[in-house]
Every structure is written in structure tokens, then in C-alpha cells.
């Protein structure tokens, strides 16, 4: 069982330089994807105690894998058909701040602000661009304690929505400032719930992490983002890459000095952990240039370079995927 837990707090981000928006845009209309959308968290908050060990049967035999994962890693409680499990999670659902916590997530989500269609729409230019690749068949709400955004199974697609209420509601001010940092509860917003989901199967399911250097995965983001962008065209840029606008013109004016750091230093063929962590995980800023500088920037120059290689080249989607690193890298001029 492959199980990828990914937390999109203000995930991986570049720039789009002129990509040429429309180029994989595809008529969908009349394209039939099974997509399944599951609440289970809204089950398990409004059953009977009485209920629970039906619902536990219930969801072991259709949902085993995604039940497991949110009720025994998620919450911490044992799946034993017994006593300890209504116990588990009736304790849970009577905690005062989860009770709050579950009102303030119904009133701020339903059927059409979950953007269901727009998913939907997301996977059907996936599955046209990747006829032969794995695709979700359901996709459940569920309530992750804050540990996941976004959680991918072998088919299913698991969304805690309480990391998507917006940094203005009083549970998530309420949060620990010591474990949720500012930068975080600024990207717990839904605006970018579709960009997440999609970006998360693909993580998981068609482009897995390189081994190679720090360019290899610089440029591995930059695919992974030039693809989300295929799948949800309509995203204008600030959603698609998790930056304000702010930080997308630092981006912008910065490029060709980044890359020139990059060179100097001897940065691109490293292979230590420090590098990529540095250039590439989310966080107040980019470790190693100005503290005013947007996080991520190796993402956004590994994205630029995959848009710049794609707006000169005629390539499909699936022949980037398995485009040499090296091939888009040795073509990128800074501008």
C-alpha cells in the first residue's frame, strides 16, 4: 500500500514567464470521470455513540486504507471493534475546541465551496494528458488535526478542510503560535484547496523525488507546478504558485540574480540535504538571500526554466515527465 501524506502549507511555488496558458487547454465536456466525494468527517461528528461500531464496519470494508489513516494516525484511535473505539472517538468529538472546531467548519464549507467541480474538471485534463496513469476514484473531507492538508492513498484523496477556514477564524488564531508559525496559518486558506489536491497526486503518483542533485529536484518542481497549471488553467498565478503578489515581482526582478548565485556559489549539483531544504521547503523566506525574499525560489527558477523550455519546444505533458533534468537545465537562459 502506498500511502503520501503532503503538508501544502504554502507548498512549493515559481513563476510563470510567459508559458503559454492555453497551449494544453482540452474540451472536457464530454469526458466521464468516476469521482467519488465522501464526507467522512462530517459522518463520524454527526453520528450516535450507538452507531459507531456499525459505521466502523462500514467504513473498514469500503474506505479500509483512508479510515485507518484518519482515525489511527490522524486522532490516535485504535480501530479495535470494541468499547475503546467508541470511546476514542466519542472523547474526541466532545472536546470542546473540536466541537467548535466542526461548527466552524460547516458553516464555512459545502458541496460548492469545496470547488468539487473545479477538481473534477482538474482530473479529466489529467486523465486526457495521462490516459495510462493512476488516477483517484474518491476523495473524502475528513478532519486531519491539522497534521495533513492533504493525504494520497493508492485511489483516494484525503482533505483535512480545517487547514483551509483562513487565517481570520478564531479556531485557527487559537492555534499554538509556537508550531504554527504566522507564514502557516496565512496559506490555511481555500482559495487554494484545488491547486493543493492536484499538486498532491502528482507528487505522490506520476513524478517521485530524484535522488541526483539539487538541480535534478529543482527542476522536478518546476514539472510538477507546469503540470498543476495544465490541469487548472483557470488559476490565476498568485493561487497556482502560493505567492502574494508581493512576493511573485521580488520573484520576478530577482531571477537573474538568483541563478547567478546559484552558479557562483557551485550550488546547482549539490547533493545535501541543507541545499534543498534550504532552496526548496516553505517558510518565512528563502534561506540564504534577503529575509525580504518570497520562501521556495528554487522552485520558482526550476519552474521558469520548465516554462521557458516549454514555450520552445513541442513536447507533451507525459514527455516532460520523463524529460532529463540535464536537457532543460543546459537550455535555460536567465532573462
Not at 10 to 25: D, L, M, N, W
Not at 110 to 119: G, T, V, Y
Not at 161 to 175: A, N, S
Not at 237 to 252: M, T
Request: hydrophobic share 35%.
Amino acid at each position: 500500500m502506498r500511502i503520501t501524506t503532503v503538508i501544502l502549507l504554502s507548498f512549493f511555488a515559481c513563476f510563470i514567464i510567459s508559458c503559454k496558458e492555453h497551449k494544453y487547454e482540452i474540451n472536457i465536456d464530454s469526458m466521464e470521470l468516476p469521482l467519488t466525494f465522501i464526507n467522512l468527517d462530517s459522518i463520524l461528528f454527526h453520528a450516535d455513540r450507538a452507531n459507531y461500531l456499525a459505521i466502523r464496519e462500514e467504513q473498514m470494508k469500503n474506505n479500509g486504507d483512508l479510515f485507518s489513516y484518519n482515525l489511527s494516525y490522524c486522532l490516535g484511535i485504535k480501530l479495535y471493534p470494541d468499547t475503546s473505539f467508541q470511546k476514542g472517538l466519542s472523547n474526541f468529538y466532545r472536546d470542546n475546541y473540536i466541537q467548535r472546531l466542526e461548527k466552524t467548519i460547516e458553516t464555512n464549507f459545502n458541496s460548492s465551496n469545496r470547488k468539487e467541480k473545479e477538481i473534477q474538471d482538474a482530473f479529466k485534463r489529467m486523465k486526457f494528458h495521462f490516459p495510462n496513469q493512476d488516477l483517484p476514484v474518491k476523495i473524502a473531507y475528513v478532519n486531519s488535526l491539522f497534521s495533513a492538508s492533504i493525504n494520497c492513498g493508492e485511489n483516494y484523496i484525503a482533505i483535512g478542510l480545517e487547514r483551509y477556514l483562513g487565517e481570520d477564524k478564531k479556531v485557527i488564531k487559537q492555534l499554538p503560535s509556537q508550531e504554527f508559525f504566522q507564514w502557516i496559518k496565512v496559506g490555511m486558506d481555500r482559495k487554494y484547496l484545488s491547486r493543493d489536491i492536484v499538486l498532491a497526486w502528482l507528487m505522490s503518483h506520476y513524478i517521485e523525488e530524484t535522488t541526483e542533485n539539487y538541480s535534478s529536484e529543482m527542476i522536478r518542481w518546476g514539472k510538477l507546478i507546469f503540470i498543476t497549471h495544465a490541469c487548472l488553467p483557470q488559476l490565476e498565478d498568485e493561487i497556482l504558485l502560493r505567492y502574494s503578489k508581493k512576493d511573485l515581482e521580488w520573484a520576478r526582478n530577482s531571477e537573474e540574480s538568483f541563478w547567478k548565485y546559484l552558479v557562483k556559489e557551485e550550488m546547482l549539483f549539490k547533493t545535501d540535504e541543507e541545499t534543498k531544504l534550504n532552496l526548496l521547503h516553505e517558510g518565512p523566506f528563502t534561506i540564504g538571500l534577503p529575509d525580504k525574499s518570497p520562501d521556495r525560489m528554487g522552485v520558482y527558477l526550476g519552474y521558469s526554466m520548465v516554462c521557458q523550455y516549454m514555450n520552445n519546444n513541442d513536447i507533451s505533458l507525459t514527455q516532460l515527465i520523463n524529460l532529463p533534468y540535464n536537457t532543460i537545465l543546459q537550455g535555460y537562459e536567465a532573462e
